[in-house]
């Protein structure tokens, strides 16, 4: 069976028949089937826009009152309707055993939005869709499958929304009802809100990690009307069995009834695909709604802030996900990483060098202190911190496994010297308390084995996933760049595609040094297949190859006067002399280079229109270069 991670994964493309269009749809945990809404397909009317507006729901954060520990607020949730909702929705007539009842809501001033349903019961054959007006976003179709109590859809990043049931039948009464609309309000939150200091998860801090951020994920937290950016992480229990336990901080959603709890979104896989900051938001997988297994109070005394859930759904083997491994010793933790989600953004890693210090929260330094303090270290790519959205998110020790969960702080890109809270596993293991709501004990060793540390666990490990990334993805032409082959899985053949490298194709598990000769933008792909499955991953536009001299060609007139930069990759710059010759090797000028960090530039005078030889003599070695100067 061919197993494409991008679909099994994370997204799924919708061809849209009659808009030529493609929607990207967030995968999710609950059941779901591929489909176009039928309003796409038979270009049917607009419906009625349902307004609401920052006057009509007081978009107000609800801050931190005295004594009271809260996450990062997202945004806030209202009350939807039902009866206001159907009769703003239109119903439009396919055919005789086809009807279409559709709903258009906009919140004005929001950045993205959420919705809430109750008494979700949907008939055999009725397909129930979400997307955004420009059709950028699409969520569903959602069925009988997903029929239940409460039913919650994930963000989307938009703040007009349009709600599709097609069915066979027009119906009076709608097979749900309209719950809440949840609102995230502020710009700087969200995707693209972390601060600039932070150092997304594939760098070169997070090679090492690639397993472990696997079981990471970004937490949308509802309680009563408001939402709260947390982080949180899949965990492993004595048994392997991939039984979908989730550990997080239980200052995140303190308050949260099961309803709640049952609509409250968990994104994985939510981060760049290399060491940039996206301009555009990744995709993401998608799981709604938990049950409250087990907590701790909020950090006072011995207390250590933490909480145990359980996802409402197994999580599917072709899922391929990570159940982190943990160490409840309460050994000091020499040196590891927080995986997390900073203000709700994508992925990040932060790094800590120095062994963690047992703390009280805010307090003494001692063995007894229920935390573990910790001081970040800067790290080749930034210097990773923590921030509101972090609440809850895993500390690591050196030997990848969980010790702690986040509490607070008071790290931030202003503030890189300061510490930052981890309610101690140990703490959490049997000390909160001695009934099983206050332990992770009865519920991560149910058959009390007496571990006091577990590795982590691959749900789904005959399956194969190809993966590959790469310290480097720009450089000059002429340089070689290496990958590392991140595949899992019982692989027997890989295949490589280098577009543009030498050589082209590889078939080896690591594909050497692969060199660029010519500036370009590349795309890289790697198949990776046991006996009998296979996979492949595909980066576009994944390398960037850039000239050794620019800008080439060189533009003259109109006043027009530019430097010429000459590129020396790794070759140390010492002493430098810059020569231009003609074509047939007449020497036209000689330069006074400026020599910088690997580069040179030069301000050349009163050239005509042709072809040039830039030649450079660096401490006696000579280069050189092209230059074709055009004319404006």
Known sequence: MQLNKKIMRIYQKYFLLLCFAFVSMAVMAQHHEKGTPSALIYRLPTPKIVVFNSDTIHLQSVGNRAGELLPLQAGITFPLDNQTMLKKGIWSTVSLHHFVWRVQVEVSSAKALTLYFKNFNLASGDKLYIYTTEIKQLMGAFTALNNGSYFATGLMENNRIIVELNTSKKLERLPFEFFQIGVVIQQERGFGGAGSCEVPINCSEGLEWQHEKRGVARILVKQASTLFWCTGSLINNTKNDGKPFFLTANHCGMGSTTADYNQWIFDFDYESSNCDRPASEPEKLTFTGAQLIANGATPRAASSDFKLLLLNED??????????????????????????????????????????????????????????????????????????????????????????????????????????????????????????????????????????????????????????????????????????????????????????????????????????????????????????????????????????????????????HHQIHILTGDTPLGNAEVYVYDIIGRLVQKLIPQVGSHEITVNPENLLAGTYVITTLIDGKKSNYKLVVISK
Request: glycine share 12%; proline share 5%.
């Open 315 to 560: 999580i599917p083997d072709e899922y391929h996900m990570f159940f982190n491994g943990w160490d409840r010793s309460g050994d000091v933790p020499k040196h590891g990483v927080v995986i997390h989600h900073p203000a709700g953004d994508i992925k990040y890693i932060s790094t800590y060098t120095e062994p963690a210090i047992s703390s009280f929260y805010y307090g003494t330094e001692s063995s007894a202190g229920p935390f573990w303090k910790a001081y970040w270290s800067e790290t080749e790519n930034g210097y990773g911190v923590t921030e509101g959205g972090s609440s809850g998110s895993p500390l690591f020790n050196e030997n990848r496994l969980i010790v702690g969960a986040l509490t607070g702080g008071n790290s931030s890109c202003n503030q890189t010297s300061e510490s930052d809270y981890f309610g101690k596993f140990s703490t959490s293991w049997d000390n909160n308390g001695t009934v099983y709501a206050n332990q992770l004990k009865p519920w991560l060793d149910p058959d009390n084995t007496g571990v006091t540390k577990l590795e982590g666990y691959y749900k789904g490990s005959n399956i194969v996933m190809a993966d590959f990334n790469s310290n480097i993805t720009k450089v000059i032409q002429g340089s070689y760049i290496e990958f590392n082959n991140l595949s899992e899985g019982n692989i027997s053949y890989y295949r490589w595609e280098f577009e543009g490298g030498e050589p082209a194709i590889s078939t080896d598990k690591e594909p050497g040094l692969i060199y660029y000769t010519k500036p370009g933008t590349y795309g890289v792909k790697l198949v990776a297949s046991s006996i009998e499955n296979s996979d492949s991953v595909v980066r576009s536009n994944y390398i960037t190859v850039i000239g050794n001299i620019y800008p080439n060609p060189y533009v003259i007139g109109n006043g027009i």
